[in-house]
C-alpha cells in the first residue's frame, strides 16, 4: 500500500495565491488487479476552486516473463466553485465575469492503457470521457463542459554499461481546444541510484 500526500502554494506571502491539497493512495491486490484513490483541493487563486475523489481501478495482464499490459479506468467527482463577489476588474458589468456566486458538480471518468517491460513502456489516456457539462450560469451551454484530454506517453531506457545508462521518454498531450503540446526527455542514470536529465 502506497499512500501520498502533496501541498503547494503559490505566491506565497500574497493573499489569493494559488494552492494545492493532494491526498493519494494504491495498492496491489490479487490477480493483477489494483486499485486506488485521490482526494484534491485546488484553489487556482481569484475565483475558482476544484474539489473532488477520484476512484481508480487497474487490471494487469503477464504477457511473458518480463512484459505486461494494463488497463485503468477512474470514476471522479469535481466540485467547481467560481465566487465572483469579491473580484476587482478593469470594466464593471462585464457578462464574463458575473459578481455572484455558485457552485457545480459533476462526474466524469478517465481511462488509460499502458504496455511495459523491463526496459521500455508506453501507453495512452484520456480524460473527461463524457465531457461533463459545468452548468455554470451566463457561459454559452456547447462551452460549458470539461474538455477532452489525450495522452500518449512512451520511454525506453539504453544500458550503456555496467554502470551508466540513457533513458528516453516523451508525452504528447492533445485536446479538442487547444495546440498539441510534446515533452521530451533524456536523462543519464548512474548505477540505478542518481541521475541528471
Known sequence: TTLSSTYRQQW????????????SGHRSLPNGIGAGFV??????????????????????VLL??????????????NQFLYDGTELEVYQSGDEALPAI?????????????????????????????????????????DMNRLVRHFH???????????????QTSALLRMTNATAPQL???VRA???????VG
Request: glycine fraction near 14%; avoid cysteine; aromatic fraction near 16%.
Open 12 to 23: 506565497a506571502g500574497f493573499s489569493g495565491g494559488p494552492s494545492t491539497m493532494l491526498l
Open 39 to 60: 482526494v484534491y483541493n485546488d484553489d487556482m487563486g481569484g475565483a475558482f476552486r476544484q474539489s473532488g475523489l477520484e476512484l481508480t481501478g487497474a487490471y494487469s
Open 64 to 77: 511473458n516473463n518480463q512484459d505486461a499490459v494494463s488497463f485503468g479506468l477512474s470514476m471522479k467527482g
Open 101 to 141: 456566486r455558485e457552485s457545480t458538480f459533476g462526474i466524469d471518468f478517465n481511462a488509460g492503457m499502458m504496455v511495459y517491460g523491463q526496459d521500455y513502456y508506453f501507453g495512452m489516456s484520456v480524460f473527461n470521457l463524457i465531457q461533463d457539462k459545468l452548468n455554470f450560469a451566463g457561459v454559452e451551454d
Open 152 to 166: 500518449f506517453i512512451g520511454s525506453y531506457l539504453y544500458a550503456l554499461d555496467n554502470q551508466w545508462a540513457v
Open 183 to 185: 515533452d521530451l526527455n
Open 189 to 195: 542514470i548512474l548505477n540505478g541510484t542518481a541521475w
